[in-house]
């Protein structure tokens, strides 16, 4: 037997430790990322379903805008919304009536929100995770700077 065995002390490999780190800090910034999407999506479905109520609501005078940038808008009136185009996902849209809009937007809105969820609870499992092997890296940085 050892002596560090006899001792009790464990042997660590802290480079392995380290790249454990750096690759769990990697994955906390694409989650984060993610979850970031994730929330503009849900704000986009909300303003979509408030785009469809306000049109909805007569004669009114609108400024659409053409590109998400603003370069180019529209002013336009007397909107007919007895139809809207929704999209479904990938490629695919569908022409249906504003209340069937609704529906299916409130069903991606919830899926959002569950995706959300469950990205905010990997995203506070991997912050602990990574938060305990700082801490454990830390004790070695600080056992190897007073030379035990």
């Known amino acids: 037997m050892s002596e560090r065995e006899q001792s009790g002390q464990i042997a660590i490999d802290v480079g392995a430790l380290y790249q454990q780190a750096v690759e769990l800090k990697e994955y906390i910034d694409t989650l984060q990322k993610t979850l970031t999407e994730v929330l503009d999506s ?5 303003s979509s379903k408030s785009a469809i109520d306000e049109i909805g609501k007569g004669n009114q005078e609108y400024i659409m805008i053409g590109d998400r940038k603003g370069n180019v808008m529209f002013k336009v009136s007397n909107i007919n919304n007895v139809k809207v185009i929704v999209h479904l996902g990938m490629q695919y849209f ?5 209340q069937t809009a609704k529906k299916i937007l409130d069903d991606k809105e919830k899926e959002l929100n569950d995706y959300s969820k469950a990205l ?10 990574y938060n305990q092997l700082a801490q454990v890296l830390s004790a070695i940085q600080a056992q190897a700077q007073t030379g035990e």
């Open 42 to 46: 849900i704000e986009s479905v909300k």
């Open 94 to 98: 569908i022409e249906v009536d504003p």
């Open 120 to 129: 905010q609870a990997e995203l506070a499992k991997s912050i602990e995770a």
